[in-house]
């Protein structure tokens, strides 16, 4: 993740908000039908983010991810490859992405919570990945305070295998953000926080846009999906 995200939200949550409850505990992914749909976007050989297939030709993940680690710049959308349940030296499935979907409300550089419910975007890819191959996530409706949700990413510390945080808990759940007590790390951003339930596949509700404290203990900030994101699979397609 973005190093700037991380500090100004820490700064935000801390000064207005008690203490977190737990982290979460780390699980098996294989655990989770479905996961290949989880993959990593390699960014213009510079940086990684975590992206999740939601249609056979459309990921989606952080708009913060669209922009050059380095200097702020928009991000050529050609330039990245979305590697759908890499693990280890091999993922599933691997496309080129072609075009970038950015919610028409994110403005880069700026940071905090409110921010956050615009954090995300949709990238369309190459070609279509078949469902015979992997089948994308469920979409579904952001959950409530006190929820359990799990969230599944790579990251700057596993970089080749996606790590499942599971039985974390929403903190804070407003029309513009989520705060669960998931811990992610640099490189976690866009990864899908998923609800599941038994016999059911999961479904994906929110997604990862960075890191922060809250009474002292790491958290996880997250952008809800609301009627935005079907403008943006339909602008990205």
Known sequence: MRRVLGIAAAALITSSAGAAAAGGQSAAVQSVPGWEAVGR???GGNSMCTASLIAPDLVLTAAHCMYDIRNGRAVNPRSIKFEAGLNG??????????????????????????????????????RPISADVIRPLTLAAAPE????????????????????????????ARQGSLIT?????????????????????????????????????????????????????????
């Open 41 to 43: 976007l390699n960014i």
């Open 145 to 172: 305070r006190g929820a359990r949700v799990d969230v599944m990413s790579y990251s700057h510390r596993n970089a080749r295998s996606p790590e499942l945080q599971t039985a974390c808990q929403v903190l804070v």
């Open 181 to 237: 007590s998931c811990r992610v790390d640099f490189g976690a951003s866009g990864s899908p926080v998923l609800q599941r339930h038994p016999g059911r596949p999961p479904r994906l509700v929110s997604v990862i846009s960075s890191k922060a404290r809250m009474g002292g203990k790491g958290v996880s900030l997250a952008a809800p999906l609301g009627r935005t994101l079907q403008t943006l699979m339909r602008q990205a397609g």
């Open 89 to 126: 030296h091999r993922s599933k499935a691997s496309r080129k992405v072609v075009k970038a979907a950015i919610h028409a409300e994110y403005r880069h550089g700026r940071t905090g919570q409110f921010q956050t419910g615009t954090d995300i975007a949709v990238l369309r890819l190459e």
